[in-house]
């Protein structure tokens, strides 16, 4: 059973404007990682945060965690056509090293 | 991909038929994954390996086994293949397991008839 759930399924937005998405689960966690796969291809990973960690940044992407409320959100600023793909968050939790998926966020980005 | 190639790309079989997927890896990565990728459940760990001839069960593992003889190759088996196994399965590798990146390949989409 999946860890995280992402939301909302799909987002559909035009360039330049920014996209946010968002990962609940159910229970405690060591991290938290975001991954991004375009269509017929394998995930690529975006960005880490860990349970202490409260927001992240890379380039355009934004990641916060709020452990009290169990979720995460990624937030792309200034969207391009090339961010389409699908989004999945990943969690690790307890003593175990393997993650676990989503079922993802389809973002559509209009040029 | 990072050095990570899975063969066959693609594959149509019959139910009742074994299949082998075969995941290559040149990064000398001590952790292997094998995942399936079906619509509206994501991504689901079939069974993973954590060095050579260490391997463990993931959420999916009925119906499937596998084999890891080297660092670089690991080996995904349909015994008996059936038609709820047509999905696209991808081979991800990590350094050291725990809060680690993993690397995934570029998939291997299998339908069986």
């Known amino acids: 059973s999946q860890q995280g759930e992402e939301d909302p399924q799909a987002l559909s937005i035009q360039e330049g404007e920014n996209a946010t998405m968002n990962c609940s689960y159910k229970?405690?966690?060591?991290?938290l990682q975001w991954y991004r796969q375009n269509s017929g291809r394998g995930l690529v990973h975006l960005i880490l945060?860990?349970?202490?960690?409260r927001e992240k940044h890379s380039g355009r992407l934004r990641v916060t965690l709020d452990t009290s409320k169990k979720s995460s959100s990624l937030l792309i600023t200034a969207s391009r056509a090339a961010d389409t793909a699908s989004y999945f968050c990943a969690t690790e939790s307890g003593g175990s090293y393997i993650p676990t998926f989503g079922r993802g966020t389809s973002l559509i980005v209009h040029p | 991909d990072a050095g990570i190639t899975q063969s066959p790309r693609h594959k149509v079989t019959e139910t009742g038929t074994p299949v082998t997927l075969r995941c290559h890896q040149t990064e000398n990565h001590r952790y292997m994954y094998w995942y399936r990728q079906d619509p509206g459940h994501g991504l689901r760990l079939i069974h993973y390996s954590y060095g050579v001839k260490d391997t463990d069960k993931g959420e999916v593992s009925d119906g499937y086994s596998v084999s890891r003889s080297k660092t670089e190759d690991f080996l995904l088996t349909l015994e008996s293949a059936t038609s709820s196994q047509t999905s696209v399965y991808f081979c991800a590798i990590s350094e050291s397991g725990a809060s680690d990146t993993q690397y995934f390949g570029p998939g291997t989409r299998l339908t069986v008839l």
């Open positions: 945060i860990r349970s202490n960690e």
């Open positions: 229970t405690s966690i060591n991290n």
